[in-house]
């Protein structure tokens, strides 16, 4: 103790009366308490110290006791799994980079359960090297963090895996707050690296968000899960990227789980640049809000040209994408990209004028909801659900799509109608309470062992307007036959005002048994 004491006064006077930083080496595997100097290889950390966990202990440990105040010490992991127990203390970090969770392949954890951690607008990084390889979890138990200038973030920047290599992960769980000011002004995830925020009363609040981030070319995930009742608000100052450059994916799932995401400057991408992909899955009773609605919101786009894929999958009952843009600002799916809305799931406008628009080479699928107005250059799959091996596209399957406002189809739209079976729920239906407009292209495939000589003698609703039907199908105007892929199959388009049928509907029947149809 006395010896430790001696080297400690020495250092500081060599320095002549200058703070500099200095490692402090945690010693005792077994735990203990921060505050007893014989735990360390120097002294107890003091103010901008490194407080040092790096024995190479196989097993896990706790320190409590830590000292409550302002003189603690920066921390560093890198070979040891430690629990560090803050319950009913203030634990503050000061300099520049405040937490650095780095080592071997899965050999580094820092768990930090309860109390406050005060931090002035610093960073903090979980398997993040600039370079070389690195791995590190990074967890957070019932934490609250603050900042002393209540009006700046305590968090500067987390860098959660490495451009280098190995990965990263942080989890935030159990009641952790983090929502003064943005909160964690900048996330930036590496490929894989993965932030978690579980647990009802785990509230996290972030600025800009980049995922994906591949400068190693690795073909891994970085993964953003909100779950089990968790609230994440994602208030960009400028934009945010859910896949730019690699592979990412935004997963809200169960009930009274939600992600708000907000871009006040630029806009929100999903799949943005090179070979980026990206998907925001709503699962299970999960809630994410697209913009503010007292808040100018911009654009939000699945994919961005190119290489670049973007989808939506918004699945389960109670799940829920709600867009709450102006009429100025929109979701736009561009090539490559997919929406589809299943199993009770719902796409919703909060503000009137909100509008979903699909480019030419996107998709719509499912038999969900979309009660928000639809622009469609792309195609309607109803049923189905999305391709995950390509991250876009809609499987087959038949179901019963609702929109409840206007659907306008354009010149390029295909509406691909599946039939399994003669009954309403096996095949493909849209049900529209509004206007719809007809333009494009209608095809017809038989599914699930259903045959065309099954078919006959029977007709199909397959779409049915609440409100105006307008325009007509490029390849099929009222009385028309087409063929499905299949030579000799062939089915009579019936809608419009010409139609035997209701007027508003666009209704296929099959033609009578022993005639010969001549498609010129």
């Not at 389960?316 to 490559?336: I, L, M, P």
């Not at 333009?439 to 003698?457: K, P, R």
Request: glycine share 14%.
């Amino acid at each position: 103790m006395i010896v430790k004491l001696l080297i400690r006064f020495t250092f500081l006077v060599l320095l002549a009366g200058t703070a500099v930083a200095v490692d402090m080496n945690w010693t005792n595997a077994a735990g203990g308490d921060w505050t007893d100097p014989d735990n360390w290889d120097t002294a107890v950390p003091g103010l901008g110290d490194y407080a040092v966990f790096n024995m190479g202990s196989a097993t896990a440990y706790t320190v409590s006791n830590v000292t409550d105040g302002t003189s603690n010490g920066r921390l560093k992991v890198e070979q040891d799994k430690v629990k560090l127990d803050l319950t009913g203390i203030t634990y503050n970090l000061t300099v520049t980079t405040v937490m650095i969770v780095r080592g071997p392949e899965n050999t580094t954890t820092l768990e930090i359960v309860g109390g406050t951690v005060q931090i002035p607008y610093k960073n903090i990084y979980a398997g993040y090297s600039s370079s070389a390889p690195g791995w590190g979890t990074l967890i957070f138990n019932d934490v609250t963090f603050t900042n002393t200038d209540p009006d700046e973030s305590p968090i500067g920047q987390l860098r959660i895996g490495s451009p280098g290599g190995g990965s990263g992960t942080v989890i935030m769980r159990g009641g952790t707050e983090l929502t003064q000011d943005w909160g964690i002004r900048k996330v930036f995830m590496y490929t894989p690296g993965r932030l978690i925020i579980e647990d009802s009363g785990t509230d996290v609040q972030i600025g800009d968000i980049g995922m994906g981030l591949d400068a190693s070319g690795d073909a891994s995930l970085s993964m953003l899960i909100v779950t089990n009742g968790a609230r994440l608000l994602n208030s960009a100052a400028y934009n945010s990227e859910i896949g730019s450059g690699g592979p990412a994916i935004l997963t809200v799932t169960g009930s009274n789980s939600q992600a708000q995401l907000t871009c006040q400057v630029d806009s929100l991408y999903i799949g943005k640049t090179g070979s980026g992909r990206g998907i925001i899955q709503v699962l299970d009773g999960g809630t994410v809000r697209d913009g503010l609605y007292w808040m100018t919101s911009l654009n939000t786009y699945f994919g961005n040209g190119g290489s670049t894929h973007g989808s939506l999958l918004v699945e389960g009952t109670d799940s829920n994408y709600r867009v709450e843009k102006d009429s100025a600002h929109k979701v736009y799916f561009r090539t490559n990209s997919t929406l589809v809305v299943r199993d009770g799931g719902r796409v919703w406008s909060y503000k009137r004028g909100s509008e979903l628009v699909f480019e030419q080479g996107s998709s719509l699928g499912g038999d969900g909801r979309l009660e928000i107005g639809v622009d469609c250059a792309g195609m309607i799959k109803p049923g189905g659900t999305l391709v995950t091996d390509d991250w876009y596209g809609v499987t087959s399957g038949s179901g019963t799509l609702t929109v409840t406002s206007n659907l306008t189809l354009s010149a390029t739209a295909l509406y691909d109608v599946e039939l399994a079976g003669w009954n309403v729920a096996e095949y493909d239906r849209v049900v529209a309470s509004n206007d719809v407009v007809l333009a494009g292209s209608i095809a017809i495939s038989m599914i699930d062992g259903f045959t065309y000589s099954s078919a006959g003698g029977h007709r199909y609703t397959v779409m049915e307007v609440g409100g105006t039907l307008s325009g007509a199908f490029s390849n099929a105007a009222n009385g028309e036959w087409i063929e499905t892929a299949n030579p000799g199959e062939t089915f009579q388009v019936h809608y419009g005002a010409s139609s035997q049928y209701a007027a508003n509907d666009v209704v296929l029947t099959t033609k009578p048994t022993g005639t010969v149809i001549i498609i010129q």
